[in-house]
Nanobody, 127 residues
Framework: QLQLVESGGGLVHPGGSLRLSCAASRYTLEYYAIGWFRQAPGREREAVSCISRNGGYTNNADSVKGRFTISRDNAKNTVYLQMNSLKPEDTAIYYC????????????????????WGQGTQVTVSP
């Protein structure tokens, strides 16, 4: 079954940048809309950004709009999250997951579709 592996997290100062990667094994990501989610300790997991199957449509949470950019390279079977102007409140474990709607190439929804989550990658923004 589809396995997604997140990478690219780390420790960064406020105002810094990181690029997260979401790589698929076994199956190609070309057939899936993908979203990025994050969860801080003691908080509910929240949707950050999503990208449609064809890459033509993206959606971003208001909290990251103008700072984060989601993109995909289907030839490399990878989805990215470029994070700029990072703030301490961005500190969380970041996850990628398949999102809906299924069978629609030009849209994405800010909600996980399968209910399965991987290990995630830790992003820490601290002075």
């Amino acid at each position: 079954q589809l396995q997604l592996v997140e990478s690219g997290g780390g420790l960064v100062h406020p105002g810094g940048s990181l690029r997260l990667s979401c790589a698929a094994s076994r199956y190609t990501l070309e057939y899936y809309a993908i979203g990025w989610f994050r969860q801080a300790p003691g908080r509910e997991r929240e949707a950050v950004s999503c990208i449609s199957r064809n890459g033509g449509y993206t959606n971003n949470a208001d909290s990251v709009k103008g700072r984060f950019t989601i993109s995909r390279d289907n030839a490399k079977n990878t989805v990215y999250l470029q994070m700029n102007s990072l703030k301490p409140e961005d500190t969380a474990i970041y996850y990628c997951a398949v999102v809906g709607p299924p069978l629609v190439p030009h849209m994405c929804e800010m909600r996980g579709l399968t209910g399965r989550w991987g290990q995630g990658t830790q992003v820490t923004v601290s002075p």
